[in-house]
């Protein structure tokens, strides 16, 4: 099945350019809030090019791995759009990420340089690459003269997202150019959205949540928007009144927070409120209603894929589906599983330097190539597309997600655990919790929650720790030795 309606994609383009073209218009527009001040779209578009300039005489050449990562800042936006104007790749980081997690990451991408605004950071990056350059997302280098700017093909690479996917080690998703201009002008065009609009946004700009969608999607259509660095949910309802906005984009933990505050009336206000990254549970969909008086809009993307699906901007918003496929996107339900199966523009390259994982992640027929989400769906008699489970083994904890192996691998290094399994265990806050069985080593006391955690904490990122740790004899396990994780999952739920 396909976008039905009078949507139309336009020809394949470059984010870059689509973006820079925009802005190029009526340069003494209002583009960015941050920190207490506006930046217009003319000193935007400026400071990308004194940055593209510092980039290249820095040595960095179209094609080259860029890391960044940093706070919500207009720097943190300017420097990623200059490296998408140059050609170079951006590798956007968590920066709640460890030592352990950058250094794969580090080791996957091989970037040249690295623009970061985090304490400490600078040191443990050199350490682990020597060469690599690096500076704060300011690129406090010299000035040089500007490259060419914004000379790039739709195919060459933009951005490698990294993602737990399905198994082992994070993996790299390469996406385009065009990918990424795909992804943001079908949300563009799907939730209706122009140059007066104004967005709250305060999702992180590491994930294509909030940088695929909502940073992207500010500079294709020219609007404007309203940068929190964290979230703050009176903040973000001070600010939605203050500030005029028309839209906020969220994940579920974020809503079931604002429903509980006293000023969520304010919500009322905008045009568009937008969950995504996990289920929006029917209930906490009609809390906001009745609070707030809003029907959130739910749509489903993916790291690898930007947008895929969206409840319609006009029309009913169903509770507990995320709609139709977005312009552009194909999708299908596979044969026997009902894995949601995708393919269209938006849809990325591959994972970078894995073509054993792309043989995994992609089916081909003579219709072409598709990608397997490892999402189960259904689709209703009205053609709303509805998420019914996952056929890979990830746990979604407030929007971000968390490979329950990176997890076991983590705790399994401590003295105390003789075998251990994490799975997700529903949560009304979080969506689900990370939770750990453990077995202790014989002999010794089996370690306490805090000591878990403090432990892990050297190699994972905090929202990876367990929040909740059951000491149990055995781990349920299959003929092959296998646990069951389902089976850990379930009795947890049913306590
Ligand atoms: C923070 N903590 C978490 C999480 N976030 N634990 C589990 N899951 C989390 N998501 C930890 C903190 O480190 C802290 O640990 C403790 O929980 C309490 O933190 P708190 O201050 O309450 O949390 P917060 O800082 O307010 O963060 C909650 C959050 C944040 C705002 C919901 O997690 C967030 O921004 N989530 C959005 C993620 C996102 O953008 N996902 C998109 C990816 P300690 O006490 O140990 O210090 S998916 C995607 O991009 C696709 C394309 C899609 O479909 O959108
Ligand atoms: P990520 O790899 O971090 O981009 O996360 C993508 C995954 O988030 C998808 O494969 C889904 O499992 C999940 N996801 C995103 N949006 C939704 C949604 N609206 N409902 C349920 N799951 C979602």
Redesign the pocket.
């Known amino acids: 099945m396909s976008a039905t309606g009078a949507f139309r994609l336009p020809a394949p383009g470059t984010i870059s350019g689509a973006c820079s073209t925009r802005l190029s218009d009526d340069p003494d527009r209002l583009l960015l809030h941050a920190d207490g001040a506006w930046t217009t779209r003319g000193d935007f578009l400026d400071r990308t090019a004194v940055v593209a300039g510092r980039l290249a005489g820095g040595g960095l050449v179209a094609g080259d791995r860029v890391l960044l990562s940093g706070p919500s800042t207009v720097d943190l936006a300017v420097a990623h759009v200059a490296c998408l104007r140059s050609g170079l790749v951006v590798v956007p980081v968590n920066g709640g990420y460890t030592r352990d997690e950058l250094a794969h990451i580090v080791a996957d991408s091989r970037p040249s340089a690295a623009l970061v605004d985090h304490d400490g950071w600078n040191e443990i990056l050199v350490g682990l690459a020597p060469e690599l350059r690096t500076a704060g997302t300011d690129v406090c280098w010299d000035d040089a003269p500007v490259p060419s700017l914004d000379s790039g093909t739709p195919d060459d690479p933009a951005l490698i997202g990294y ?1 737990s996917g399905t198994t082992g080690a994070p993996k790299g998703a390469v996406l385009t150019q065009a990918n990424l201009l795909a992804g943001a002008e079908s949300v563009r065009q799907a939730w209706h959205w122009t140059s007066d609009d104004r967005l709250l946004l305060c999702l992180p700009l590491f ?2 949540h909030g940088l695929g969608v909502g940073l992207h999607g500010t500079l294709l259509t020219g609007a404007s928007a309203v940068l929190h660095q964290g979230f703050d949910q009176r903040r973000v309802l001070g600010d939605i009144v203050d500030h005029g906005c028309t839209m906020f984009f969220g994940v579920p933990t974020m809503y079931h927070r604002l429903v509980e505050d006293l000023e969520v009336a304010a919500l009322g206000s905008l045009r568009l409120c937008v ?6 549970s029917p209930l906490l969909h009609g809390r906001l209603r009745d609070r707030a008086g809003i029907s959130v809009l ?6 690898e894929t930007v947008m895929l699906v969206s409840n319609p901007y006009k029309g009913e918003r169903r509770a507990g589906s ?1 709609g139709f496929p977005l312009p552009g996107v194909e999708l299908r339900l596979a044969d026997g599983t009902g894995e949601i199966q995708v393919r269209g523009p938006n849809v990325f390259a591959g994972y970078w330097e894995r073509p054993e994982a792309d043989e995994e992640a992609f089916v081909g027929d003579s219709g072409g190539r598709w990608f397997k ?3 189960l769906g259904s689709v209703d008699d009205d053609g709303y597309v509805s ?1 019914v489970g ?1 056929s890979k083994e990830v746990i ?1 904890t407030g929007g971000f ?1 968390v490979h329950p192996r990176e997890v076991d691998d983590a705790l399994a290094g401590h003295p105390g655990v003789s075998e251990v399994a994490v799975a997700g265990v529903p949560s009304e806050e979080w969506g689900e919790d990370v939770v750990a069985w453990i077995v202790p080593t014989p002999g010794a006391p089996p370690p306490t929650e805090a000591e878990l955690r403090d432990f892990a904490r050297n190699h994972l990122a905090a929202h990876k720790l367990p929040r909740r740790v059951v000491v149990v004899g055995s781990l349920p396990r299959n003929a092959l030795g296998k646990v069951l994780r389902h089976e850990l999952c379930e009795a947890a739920s049913d306590e």
């Open positions: 993602t994930h294509m969950s995504g990254s996990a289920p929006l739910e749509r489903y993307g993916m790291t995320v989400t490892g999402d998420i996952r979604i997600n």
